[in-house]
């Protein structure tokens, strides 16, 4: 995420620690990498995966029941520090700016998920309240998937 982005005016912590969380289910769901493009904002956002088809109706049920479930279980929401030759043993970096340094900051989602991070983030995933994904769609082997959260968690 880069610095213009955290502080756009539209940017919400709770919708980008919602993104972490969508983006994990989408890994361990689908066995799919996380998003390789993102387009975060308060009201609602995007994140486009590589993938062979649109999701059926089940699996988008499925992904917001998972999401739902990791921000119910009300995980903490933390940031630590690792040497970017640490980080690369855990993380995917190429997606990171040039600028960034040797240093690199670690967002934790409880023991869910883990990711290196610019932007803010709620400090418990129950502060997100609920997710919902509002539609997909599949053109030329990318996977849209756009969603927003909500201030109660559904069924909860």
């Known amino acids: 995420m880069t610095e213009s982005e955290v502080m756009a005016k539209d940017y919400d912590p709770r919708m980008h620690s ?85 240093t690199l900051r670690i967002i934790r989602i409880g023991h869910y998920d883990a990711c290196p991070c610019r932007g803010e983030h709620v400090r418990s995933t129950k502060e997100i309240g609920g997710f919902t994904i509002l539609s997909t769609s599949f053109e030329n082997g990318v996977l849209r998937v756009r969603f927003k959260v909500v201030d109660v968690c559904p069924g909860g």
Do not use: W
């Open 18 to 102: 919602a993104e972490h969380i969508l983006n994990q289910t989408m890994v361990r769901m689908l066995n799919r990498g996380r998003s390789f493009s993102a387009h975060i904002e308060k009201k609602k956002s995007k994140c486009d995966y590589h993938f062979e088809r649109d999701l059926t109706k089940q699996e988008i049920n499925e992904i917001e029941g998972r999401v739902n479930e990791v921000i119910a279980a009300n995980l903490p929401v933390t940031e630590e520090f690792m040497s970017r030759s640490d980080a690369s043993q855990q993380f995917n970096l190429t997606k990171l700016p040039d600028d960034v340094g040797d």
